[in-house]
């Protein structure tokens, strides 16, 4: 039996190598059959957007990531679990987040994966700000009923 | 007792300051009655504030609702909803 592990939680303003992370979970064990990656990204909306400023309130940015990634490695049998946020300015086609969650089984990886973006884009302390190409300000992002939406999906009756 | 309060995105911008430390008044007990009296600080504030359902606001870096007590806060943070991700 393998312990539960403690997720992994970085927040910052570097990019992030996505293959340096899945081998950093699955390096030197033989357990893991399913690894699950989700990359966000910058779009650049039809060559409208010139970059993303996304401001975050440091500390409990971690902390309530952290928080997430805890209820996530209770609620499936994970293996591994990382989460990298970057803040700052972000150009189109720039990473902006990731998630990667091993496991024995492809369903876990999938559903945790999927349960950790629904809940940071409703939940994580992170703003995104538009920069518009033709050099105007782009206001700040609102957010989406559709989000909040997903995010409910995954509450259980007694919630 | 002094607590910290601190402004994000638009709400930051509104208010004209990342952050501030306020003395709270008596009475003001709960996270709606603080949104209440710093509506009344002034201009920006008021801008800030005038939709008060859609602050969200965490203590001690914690998620909290409106209704929440706000004795023995040290830091106060009003925000947008979130759209990180």
């Not at chain 1, 997430?68 to 300015?89: C, D, F, K, S, Y």
């Not at chain 2, 208010?15 to 003001?28: K, N």
């Not at chain 2, 504030?49 to 929440?68: G, K, M, S, T």
Request: net charge negative.
């Amino acid at each position: 039996m393998s312990a539960v592990p403690v997720p992994t939680v970085r927040i910052q303003r570097q990019d992030f190598d996505v293959a340096a992370e899945i081998a950093r979970l699955t390096q030197g064990r033989a357990d893991i059959g399913a690894v699950v990656t989700f990359c966000g990204l910058c779009r650049d909306e039809q060559g409208a957007l010139s970059a993303l400023e996304l401001e975050h309130y440091p500390g409990m940015a971690e902390a309530e990531i952290g928080r997430i990634a805890a209820e996530a490695a209770g609620r499936w049998p994970l293996q591994g679990l990382t989460v990298i946020h970057r803040h700052g300015t972000i150009a189109p086609g720039e990473n902006i987040v990731l998630v990667v969650a091993a496991s024995a089984h492809r369903q876990a990886a999938f559903e945790a994966a999927n349960f950790l973006m629904d809940y940071l884009k409703s939940r994580a302390p992170f703003w995104k700000k538009e920069h518009r190409a033709d050099g105007s300000e782009g206001g700040w992002v609102e957010t989406k009923e559709a989000d909040a939406q997903a995010a409910r999906r995954w509450q259980r009756p007694s919630e | 007792m002094t607590t910290r309060l601190i402004y994000f995105a638009w709400v930051r911008e509104r208010i004209g300051m990342p952050e501030e430390d306020v003395d709270l008044p008596a009475g003001i007990e709960t996270v709606a009655d603080l949104l209440r009296w710093l509506r009344s600080r002034g201009e920006g504030y008021e801008h800030a504030l005038q939709y008060p359902d859609v602050i969200r606001v965490a203590i001690n870096q914690e998620h909290v609702d409106h209704r929440e007590k706000i004795s023995g806060a040290r830091e106060i943070a009003l925000f947008p909803p979130m759209t990180g991700g």
